[in-house]
């Protein structure tokens, strides 16, 4: 057994946290605080919080609030532009992972020179070095999907040519994360769900990744218990700010398992999928790909999915043992039930069956390395061919 264990981000859990803000340690005397195009950060009073909290310190600050759900290049250069005209010296995300993801990017470019594409290692990224340190960040998470706040990855799409790309490294984590759940309350039911079901694949993959370590299977096993226990409830009454806390607590966990395993080839597949779609959410994309992507590996790598269909709650001791594995997509497909997104079809987002072909072979050039994290490799007609059954 070898692993290396390396978790560097302070994380302030749990409901009200974000007061917790105004005496913790910050990296830096002017923040550029990093927030979506939409409105909802000023509507529920979380930015002026904020606002506050860094006036009272003394720490001045910049805003830039153009991010969208799949955040984009061009926004991580501007942002990176406005950082070093204002002179801030560390980036706060504050908002989803597609906020605290372009933080992040936002946080390699301000003192780097060039292109952001030029330090990407996947399709046409340049993979070059980067020369020059990275800003701190500091997250604050209103979600509870991505995990971002308790890893090192962001997310940008290059739009000209369709890649939406993951990005990260040790200078990359957060410095500091405040998850508090009272902030995810406002979450609408189906966003909720998407971003619940996010944080259910990065477990699920994290899991299933060749990777994984006796770390990330504890976190990730203990992180889908508490989604199939916990989410439904947060669909059904937003307000719920137990079930919050347990699916915030499961997301954060999830993070953990980004950081010490990986995701695997599906991400590579929705990716592709948002990239050419951006109006895609990301958890509605793998919650697309998901039975067919599954029902695939389970018959591949039948001894991981006991333990998972466990963890979905399924009665695998009730099941003779060479069935057990079987458990694992009815309980994932009755959990899409039970959370109201069982009936979902790609059509309803106008992808194109003609487009699946373009769209595989996307998925391997762009993400290429998440490919790799599978214990069974696919080959581009296998991959096209979950594509194809996912399809609706
Ligand atoms: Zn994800």
Same mark, same amino acid.
């Given at each position: 057994?070898?692993?290396?264990?390396?978790?560097?981000?302070?994380?302030?859990?749990?409901?009200?946290?974000?007061?917790?803000?105004?005496?913790?340690?910050?990296?830096?005397?002017?923040?550029?605080?990093?927030?979506?195009?939409?409105?909802?950060?000023?509507?529920?009073?979380?930015?002026?919080?904020?606002?506050?909290?860094?006036?009272?310190?003394?720490?001045?600050?910049?805003?830039?609030?153009?991010?969208?759900?799949?955040?984009?290049?061009?926004?991580?250069?501007?942002?990176?532009?406005?950082?070093?005209?204002?002179?801030?010296?560390?980036?706060?995300?504050?908002?989803?992972?597609?906020?605290?993801?372009?933080?992040?990017?936002?946080?390699?470019?301000?003192?780097?020179?060039?292109?952001?594409?030029?330090?990407?290692?996947?399709?046409?990224?340049?993979?070059?070095?980067?020369?020059?340190?990275?800003?701190?960040?500091?997250?604050?998470?209103?979600?509870?999907?991505?995990?971002?706040?308790?890893?090192?990855?962001?997310?940008?799409?290059?739009?000209?040519?369709?890649?939406?790309?993951?990005?990260?490294?040790?200078?990359?984590?957060?410095?500091?994360?405040?998850?508090?759940?009272?902030?995810?309350?406002?979450?609408?039911?189906?966003?909720?769900?998407?971003?619940?079901?996010?944080?259910?694949?990065?477990?699920?993959?994290?899991?299933?990744?060749?990777?994984?370590?006796?770390?990330? !299977?504890?976190? @990730? /096993?203990?992180?889908? +218990?508490?989604?199939?226990?916990?989410? =439904? $409830?947060?669909? #059904?009454?937003?307000?719920?700010?137990?079930?919050?806390?347990?699916?915030?607590?499961?997301?954060?966990?999830?993070?953990?398992?980004?950081?010490?395993?990986?995701?695997?080839?599906?991400?590579?597949?929705?990716?592709?999928?948002?990239?050419?779609?951006?109006?895609?959410?990301?958890?509605?994309?793998?919650?697309?790909?998901?039975?067919?992507?599954?029902?695939?590996?389970?018959?591949?790598?039948?001894?991981?999915?006991?333990?998972?269909?466990?963890?979905?709650?399924? !009665?695998?001791? @009730? /099941?003779?043992?060479? +069935?057990?594995?079987?458990?694992?997509? =009815? $309980?994932?497909? #009755?959990?899409?039930?039970?959370?109201?997104?069982?009936?979902?079809?790609?059509?309803?987002?106008?992808?194109?069956?003609?487009?699946?072909?373009?769209?595989?072979?996307?998925?391997?050039?762009?993400?290429?390395?998440?490919?790799?994290?599978?214990?069974?490799?696919?080959?581009?007609?296998?991959?096209?061919?979950?594509?194809?059954?996912?399809?609706?």
């Amino acid at each position: 057994m070898h692993f290396d264990y390396y978790m560097p981000t302070r994380i302030l859990f749990g409901p009200g946290k974000l007061n917790q803000l105004a005496q913790a340690k910050l990296p830096g005397k002017k923040a550029l605080i990093v927030i979506s195009s939409g409105n909802s950060m000023r509507k529920f009073g979380y930015l002026s919080r904020l606002e506050e909290i860094l006036t009272a310190r003394g720490i001045a600050f910049a805003v830039f609030d153009k991010i969208l759900p799949n955040p984009i290049k061009s926004h991580v250069m501007e942002g990176a532009e406005l950082c070093r005209e204002e002179g801030c010296d560390f980036v706060i995300g504050l908002g989803g992972g597609s906020s605290i993801d372009s933080a992040k990017s936002i946080a390699v470019m301000a003192g780097n020179p060039g292109d952001y594409w030029d330090y990407i290692g996947g399709g046409t990224g340049k993979g070059k070095p980067i020369p020059n340190p990275i800003l701190p960040v500091v997250a604050i998470t209103t979600t509870a999907g991505t995990g971002t706040e308790a890893d090192p990855w962001t997310v940008i799409t290059k739009e000209d040519t369709q890649e939406k790309i993951g990005f990260g490294n040790e200078h990359t984590f957060p410095t500091l994360s405040v998850v508090d759940p009272e902030l995810m309350l406002s979450v609408p039911p189906k966003l909720t769900a998407f971003q619940g079901f996010d944080a259910l694949f990065h477990s699920l993959e994290g899991y299933l990744a060749k990777i994984a370590t006796p770390i990330s !299977d504890m976190y @990730a /096993l203990r992180s889908i +218990e508490l989604i199939v226990q916990n989410l =439904p $409830a947060c669909i #059904a009454s937003g307000s719920n700010l137990e079930a919050r806390t347990n699916v915030a607590l499961a997301n954060t966990y999830a993070g953990f398992v980004q950081t010490e395993s990986s995701c695997t080839s599906e991400h590579s597949m929705e990716h592709a999928l948002s990239a050419f779609y951006p109006e895609l959410p990301h958890g509605a994309g793998l919650i697309l790909l998901s039975e067919a992507y599954f029902t695939f590996f389970s018959s591949k790598v039948p001894d991981r999915f006991v333990a998972m269909a466990k963890a979905m709650g399924a !009665d695998v001791d @009730a /099941l003779p043992e060479e +069935e057990r594995h079987l458990a694992f997509v =009815p $309980a994932l497909a #009755a959990f899409k039930e039970k959370c109201g997104v069982a009936d979902l079809k790609m059509s309803d987002w106008g992808i194109q069956a003609e487009d699946l072909p373009k769209m595989a072979v996307n998925a391997r050039e762009t993400m290429g390395g998440l490919f790799a994290m599978d214990r069974y490799p696919l080959s581009l007609r296998e991959t096209l061919g979950i594509m194809e059954k996912a399809y609706r």
